[in-house]
Structure formats: C-alpha cells, structure tokens
T-cell receptor
Framework: GESVGLHLPTLSVQEGDNSIINCAYSNSASDYFIWYKQESGKGPQFIIDIRSNMDKRQGQRVTVLLNKTVKHLSLQIAATQPGDSAVYFCAEIQRKGNAGNNRKLIWGLGTSLAVNP | GAVVSQHPSWVICKSGTSVKIECRSLDFQATTMFWYRQFPKQSLMLMATSNEGSKATYEQGVEKDKFLINHASLTLSTLTVTSAHPEDSSFYIC???????????FGPGTRLTVT
C-alpha cells in the first residue's frame, strides 16, 4: 500500500505485504534526509538516511528513494511485520547560513502505519 | 552506543507548580542538545537548541522564561517548565547531537500531565 505524507494519514497493510510511505519536503536547499519510526509513547528511532547527492539507499528491509526534481521522499518497507506498526516521520536538514554542527531537523507531519496480522 | 535517557518518563503535577525534566547522554558527550514538544497525533516541534555552557536558542513562539533550559555539562541538559498549566501537558522529547553535523540521538520522552 501507499500513502501521501504531511497530514498524518493512516496506511493499513497486511502482514507480509510491502509498504510505501511518502513524504514531500519543502526546501530544495535541504541536503540530508532521515526517516524515523516512532512507536506509541516512545522517542523517534532512526531508520535510514540519505544525502541529496543520492537517489536511493537500501538498508535491512527498508529502502529510501529521493526525487529531488519533485522534492519527494519515500520509504519502502519490505515484508511488513506487526512490529513495524508505528508513526513514520521524514525529516530534512537544511543548509544554514552559518556553518556548524547539529543543524536543525525540519519534520514532516508523519504517517501512521498499521499492520494487520 | 549513543544512548540518551530522560527522567522522569512521566510526571503529573498541579497547575502552577514547576517541573524539571532531565536529558542525559549516557555514553558520549553532546555539545548540543535539542528539546522538542509533541502533542497527540502531531509531529515533533522544536522548542530550543542548547549548547553546553551557553544560553539556549529558542524557537519563535516559545517562551524562554517559561521553559528554562540549562546545559551545564556535556552529558546533561534540563528543561524546567515553570508555573505549569494544563495546556503545557504534552510529550517532551530531547535529543543529543553526535559528532557529525547530522547526527541526533533521541531520548525516550517524558509525558507531562498538568492537572
């Protein structure tokens, strides 16, 4: 299944199916993007990141795709499991005028993923 | 590695009292720590950025006199919600910056309920 982000939609998938979570980002100057998973009552967990000079990056069961032309980011989860049920946020880091460490994250609104057993 | 803890994990307080939340980086030194607030079914909202040994930088609309941030050491930052009101009830999350410009490690969050 697929979803469009930035207004906290809910994506419901069957266990074992692939999930695609989408996110539109705002700033063409952003040079780094991260996907986080947040389970209920917990802090965000890093899933995967991608730099703006890449189009695709793969991790374990997850793939992030970046389309800079349309400023779109997606997270693909293969063989979705009940433990994947959570809210997923994309975040972008924008270049700032002053160089420095730990630049601010700009957060998307999140997508809630529900995995049906 | 890169573990961040928060204490307490949840707190209930009466309106008008102050509450202190601690954020600790357990196995690394964090020059920069971030404080976020999250309301139900919403995204994280950055409140302030704190750098060790200097004053915190607050985001627009966040009252610095109400949300006091202290970052006295490389492993500890505290957020004090002063004169708490029911509308301050929220999930407060801290993160600690790693060595790289893009690294942030998140704490488990603190649920504050003001009655």
């Amino acid at each position: 299944g697929e979803s469009v982000g930035l207004h906290l939609p809910t994506l419901s998938v069957q266990e074992g199916d692939n999930s695609i979570i989408n996110c539109a980002y705002s700033n063409s100057a952003s040079d780094y993007f991260i996907w986080y998973k947040q389970e209920s009552g917990k802090g965000p967990q890093f899933i995967i990141d991608i730099r703006s000079n890449m189009d695709k990056r793969q991790g374990q069961r997850v793939t992030v795709l970046l389309n800079k032309t349309v400023k779109h980011l997606s997270l693909q989860i293969a063989a979705t499991q009940p433990g994947d049920s959570a809210v997923y946020f994309c975040a972008e880091i924008q270049r700032k005028g002053n160089a420095g460490n730990n630049r601010k994250l700009i957060w998307g609104l999140g997508t809630s993923l529900a995995v049906n057993p | 590695g890169a573990v961040v803890s928060q204490h307490p994990s949840w707190v209930i307080c009466k309106s008008g009292t102050s509450v202190k939340i601690e954020c600790r980086s357990l196995d690394f030194q964090a020059t920069t720590m971030f404080w976020y607030r999250q309301f139900p079914k919403q995204s994280l909202m950055l409140m302030a950025t704190s750098n060790e040994g200097s004053k915190a930088t607050y985001e627009q609309g966040v009252e610095k006199d109400k949300f006091l941030i202290n970052h006295a050491s490389l492993t500890l930052s505290t957020l004090t919600v002063t004169s708490a009101h029911p509308e301050d009830s929220s999930f407060y999350i801290c993160s600690a910056g790693g060595r790289g410009a893009y690294e942030q490690y998140f704490g488990p969050g603190t649920r504050l309920t003001v009655t």
